[in-house]
């Protein structure tokens, strides 16, 4: 007999952010398409995530296999809150970054840095793989993996 309730997959990761045109571009230049993107409001939204007065923009931003998606929210009521600064260390508890496997990292550094993405540092493990911290706009950490 199979066990119920068991764990399917990872969806989505939501990422609140306030300029949600340059966060859309920085993940599409990543390599990200845009799935959809839509307003939602109203009371039904406000009691699934505990807030009241809600109106949202939306924007699912999914990898190109169909397999892992971030989605952008852009609160316009209740106004966001931020919590400390944008550009915090990756110590810093909490969520930190997400992490993509891409084929080039030296081709997508050279793309998002176009979006005001910086380096935050880059090694290379033994023969196997290179990996990079890139903060994007809003302060947001993306970890890049290329396998050798």
């Known amino acids: 007999m199979v066990a119920k309730g068991k764990l ?22 990543l390599g990200m398409e845009l799935e959809g993107e839509a307003t939602v409001e109203g009371p039904l939204v406000g009691e699934l995530i505990g807030l009241k007065d809600v109106r949202a923009t939306i924007a699912m931003m ?12 852009k609160y316009h009521t209740p106004e966001p809150i931020r919590f400390g600064p944008v ?8 969520f930190c970054r997400v992490m993509f496997a891409v084929d080039d990292i030296d081709a997508v550094v050279a793309r ?31 970890g890049l993996s290329e396998q050798l």
């Open 8 to 29: 399917l997959r990872m969806d989505n990761v939501l990422i609140v952010v306030e300029d949600i045109e340059a966060v859309k571009a920085f993940f599409t230049e």
């Open 62 to 73: 999914r990898t190109p296999d169909g397999h892992f998606g971030i989605e952008l929210d």
């Open 87 to 94: 550009d915090v260390p990756v110590n810093t508890l909490g």
């Open 112 to 142: 998002l840095r176009a979006h005001g993405a910086e380096i935050i540092g880059e090694m290379q493990y033994e023969d196997t793989n290179r990996l990079a911290y890139i903060r994007g706009p809003e302060g947001i950490v993306v």
